[in-house]
Each structure stands twice: as C-alpha cells, then as structure tokens.
C-alpha cells in the first residue's frame, strides 16, 4: 500500500522529469538542427536559364546606358568609393565607379559594393555579358549565387535597358581599387536560409524608349522600373521578399537611417497628389524640374538626388506627369526628415 503510495506520488514528477529532458534535448537538437540547416541552406545556389544579353558596340546604345548608368538607375550612388563623392559631385563623367561604400548592417553583416571598372583582377573586367546581365536582371551571378543589394535595391529593368548598361559598363576605364568581398554573420545566412532574401521578385515593366515628348507611360515605366522610385515611395516591406503593403507612391514602408548620421532618420513622402499628404501636390513640373536640379538639401538623405538630376529633361517631366495621373491616397508616413524614432505610424 505505502509502496503504491509512494510510486504514485514521484511517479508524475519523474514523468514530468523526463517530459522536460525530452523537451531539453529535442530543442539541443533543434538549435543543433537549425544551425547545421542555416549552414547547409544559408548559401544557396539559384538557378536561371541563360539571359542570352550581350554587350553592344553601337554608340546609341552605349550613350543610353550611360545615362542610365549615371541617372535614373543610379548605379554611383552605391558604386563611388564614398557617400560624401556621391554628394559633392554631379555624377556624370566624374564619380568613379571603382566601389568600396560599406554597409554595416548588423542582423545581415558587411556588404562593399564592388569596383566596376574594366580592371582584370578588381574590378569586372573578367566577368562575362552573362554575368553581368544575371544580376542586374536577378540578382544572381552566374555562379548561381544572391548579390542581396543587387536583388533589393536596383530597379527592374528589361532586356534592352539591361543591354544598355552593361554595354556602357563595358567602356569604363581600369582601376586597381580593392575592395572587400560581403561578409554575411549567422543572422544573414539564416535569412537567406529561409528566403527572406531571395532573386529579384518585382515584376519587369515592358521597354518604354526614350523619347523627346515626355509621356505619363515613359514615367510609369522610369518610376516603377529603372529609377525604382516606387519602392522608396511606397510601402515596401523589404524583408518580406519585397512585398508591397499598402498603395504604391502612399510614402515610405518604414524610415531609413541618415548616410551620415543616424540620430536622424528618413522616410521617402506620399507623391500621390492628395490635397493633405501628397508632398508635391501644390508643385508645378517647373518646380519639379527646379527641386531636381537643387540637388541634396540635406546630405544625410538616403535618395539619390544627384543621379536623377542627370535624366533627360522629358524623362522628369515624364516621371513628374506619372505621379500626379496617380489616385490620390490620404496616408500620412510622417515628416520626411525627423529625430530618429520621433514618429510613429498611425495605422
Ligand atoms: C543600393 C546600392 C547599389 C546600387 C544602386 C547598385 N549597386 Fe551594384 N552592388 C552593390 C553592392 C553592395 C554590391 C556587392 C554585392 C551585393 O551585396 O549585392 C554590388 C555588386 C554589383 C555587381 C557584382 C559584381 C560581382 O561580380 O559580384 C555588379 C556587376 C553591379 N553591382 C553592378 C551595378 C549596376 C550596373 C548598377 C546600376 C544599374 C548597380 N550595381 C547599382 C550596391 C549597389
Ligand atoms: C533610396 C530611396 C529613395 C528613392 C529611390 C527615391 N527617393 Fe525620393 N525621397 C526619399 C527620401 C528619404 C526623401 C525625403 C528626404 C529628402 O527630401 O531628401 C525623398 C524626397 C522626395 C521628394 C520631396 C522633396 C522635397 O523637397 O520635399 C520628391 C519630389 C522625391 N523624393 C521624388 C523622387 C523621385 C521622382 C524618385 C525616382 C526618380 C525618387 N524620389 C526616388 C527617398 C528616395
């Protein structure tokens, strides 16, 4: 009878015992697991059926990507040696793209962007059309591997726009600038383990050329492909795959930190034309054209003003055009320009 007693009253605490050693060990085995997973999965090789772009030697095509290059797709502004160059200097013909800005982005790791001169060793001289065009249209080079800025934040251009490029990239002088090769911690290779990095995703607007009269279509196609004005200005949730969560051109998803300091942050504005939160509504195309060519009013801002100072005059007016034929949305993303934390969105 004792012996009974006694049986029934440790039994349930051994049973417990052990319940809490199978759940000790199984998550020792889990985090064992999830580790050699990220390991295993956390540089993932992607596959894409050849673009087939190749560079050409047609001046015309050359001068587009040039101005691509320099203007709406803003490749200098990550690709200078320095933010402060990117600032100071109109880009055209005078920021080198020879690489070396460094990102610290601590849940991800250390990112460089990468020398793009024709130099052999440093910079892309070595490297085929193939590759070159994988990444500007994926984000993938031909290695099958992620370039994680390549994939997020260069705009979704087509095939002739990618020609274009690369045709231009293909002109640029050598230089021996060394930079370092991205560094992802644990935290990045778990990201890329579980997709929350990943290929470009957005979808590739069909080619609109250039043309001398500027039209809303040209605009649509620059602001939502190429130039990628969309996805500052809009509500992007950069680590959800790039996924669009609220009205395109409804202001910033979530603000940026300053370039330069970051007790300041940066949200893009609502460029819808609503009466109460669309920052340009009351602006005319001149003052459009005039706010471009001021340039950057604060150096701390994350937007490229000197590259899309460089598009053709038809190419803003077209992008200007764009933004006011949107439906007007009354979503207020806060002051563009605040104290870090300052604000908090209301919905
Ligand atoms: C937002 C910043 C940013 C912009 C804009 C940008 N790049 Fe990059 N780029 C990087 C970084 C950083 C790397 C290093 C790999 C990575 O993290 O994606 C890189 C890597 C590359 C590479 C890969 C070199 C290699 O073989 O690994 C090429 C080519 C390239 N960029 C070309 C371009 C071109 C052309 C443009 C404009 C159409 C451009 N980039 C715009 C930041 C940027
Ligand atoms: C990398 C993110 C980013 C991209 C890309 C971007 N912007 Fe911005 N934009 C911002 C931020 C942040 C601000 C607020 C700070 C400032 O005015 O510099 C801003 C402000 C503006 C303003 C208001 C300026 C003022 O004086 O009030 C206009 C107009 C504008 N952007 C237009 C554009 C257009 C057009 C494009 C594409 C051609 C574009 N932006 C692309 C981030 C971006």
Redesign the pocket.
């Known amino acids: 009878m004792s012996g009974h007693a006694s049986v029934s009253t440790s039994r349930p605490r051994r049973r417990w015992l052990r319940i809490l050693a199978y759940l000790g060990s199984s998550l020792l085995l889990c985090a064992a697991g999830f580790v050699a997973f990220v390991q295993v999965a956390g540089d993932p090789t992607f596959e894409f059926p050849p673009t087939g772009i190749r560079a050409s030697t047609d001046p015309a095509v050359i001068a587009r990507g040039e101005n691509l290059?320099h203007g709406a797709?803003?490749?200098t502004?990550?690709?200078a040696a320095s933010w402060e160059r990117v600032v100071r200097d109109k880009p055209m013909g005078m920021v080198e793209p020879i690489g070396g800005q460094e990102?610290i982005v601590p849940p991800l790791g250390t990112?460089?962007?990468?020398n793009?001169s024709s130099d052999q060793v440093h910079g892309?001289g070595a490297?085929s059309d193939e590759?070159?065009a994988m990444?500007?249209k994926h984000g993938v080079?031909e290695d099958g591997k992620l370039?994680?800025?390549?994939s997020m934040?260069?705009g979704m251009a087509p095939d002739e726009d990618i020609q274009a490029?690369i045709s231009y990239?293909r002109t640029l002088p050598a230089s021996d600038h060394e930079v370092p090769d991205?560094e992802l911690n644990f935290g990045g290779r778990a990201m890329l383990a579980f997709g929350i990095f990943g290929p470009k995703s957005l979808p590739t607007p069909a080619f609109v050329p250039p043309a001398d009269e500027p039209s809303i279509e040209r605009g649509e196609y620059l602001a939502n492909g190429p130039a990628m004005c969309s996805t500052c200005h809009s509500p992007y949730d950069f680590l959800g795959g790039m996924k669009q969560s609220g009205p395109l051109f409804s202001g910033c998803f979530a603000a940026e930190p300053g370039k330069e300091n970051d007790n300041f942050e940066y949200c893009a504005p609502n460029l819808t034309p609503d009466p109460k939160y669309g920052r340009i509504v009351n602006w005319t195309e001149e003052d459009f054209l005039r706010r471009l060519a001021a340039g950057f009013v604060d150096s701390n801002s994350v937007m490229p003003w000197g590259n899309y100072d460089m598009m053709s005059d038809a190419d803003k007016r077209s992008v200007f055009r764009y933004l006011n034929s949107l439906p007007p949305t009354a979503r207020d993303s806060g002051p563009p320009m605040r104290a870090a934390g300052s604000w908090e969105p209301q919905d």
Do not use: K, P
Not at 111 to 114: A, F, K
Not at 147 to 150: A, S
């Open positions: 290059f797709m803003h490749c502004a990550c690709h990102w990112m460089w962007s990468s793009l892309i490297r590759h070159l990444i500007l080079g370039r994680i800025f390549m934040a260069v490029v990239l991205d």
